[in-house]
């Protein structure tokens, strides 16, 4: 199994379109990228764990899914750092390979020492980018493939059955 750890302030604040996003409202910059991840773990098949830092919401440590990828919010006075170090030598087994998403240098060459391998902040927007252009290409090509039917219809036909289908008149 692969596991994604993403330390989520670090790669806001690397991603173009997430730092502009952040300086309006933090809140949303955290929803895209947990939707960028949900994209990738979907797409990968890897399990991806997104961890801020405690210090831009109060309170105690949180822990929830959203969109089916795992976020974590540390405690006070724990750094997504540490919690991501704790997590890369809790989860590493000869069956695992852990992947930590940062650009921090410091963190980087820890992660490097449990047996971890990283990935910068560019490798994962590069990635994520690759990604989301599969995505598109492969709806676009089932939204043109038409459904086959027993019988041939002209498309004024089709187009009544489909508002008929969704409930339209």
Do not use: C
Not at 54 to 82: L, M, P
Not at 113 to 134: D, P
């Amino acid at each position: 199994m692969d596991i994604l750890l993403v330390d989520g302030y670090n790669i806001i604040g690397a991603w173009p379109e997430l730092r502009v996003l952040k300086n309006k409202d933090l809140s949303a910059a955290r929803d895209l990228l947990i939707e960028k991840m949900a994209e990738y773990q979907a797409y990968t098949g890897y399990r991806v764990i997104v961890v801020f830092d405690a210090h831009y919401v109060q309170g105690t440590e949180k822990k929830f899914k959203n969109h089916e990828v795992e976020v974590i919010f540390t405690r006070e006075n724990e750094t997504a750092d540490e919690r991501i170090e704790k997590m890369a030598i809790a989860l590493n087994n000869r069956l695992t390979q852990i992947h930590v998403a940062t650009s921090d240098f410091t963190e980087q060459w820890a992660i490097f020492g449990q047996g971890a391998l990283r990935k910068s902040a560019r490798e994962l927007f590069t990635e994520t980018t690759v990604i989301e252009k599969k995505i598109e290409k492969k709806v676009e090509k089932n939204y043109k493939r038409k459904p086959v039917t027993k019988i041939p219809l002209t498309d004024e036909m089709a187009e009544i059955f489909e508002k008929w289908r969704r409930g339209g008149s």
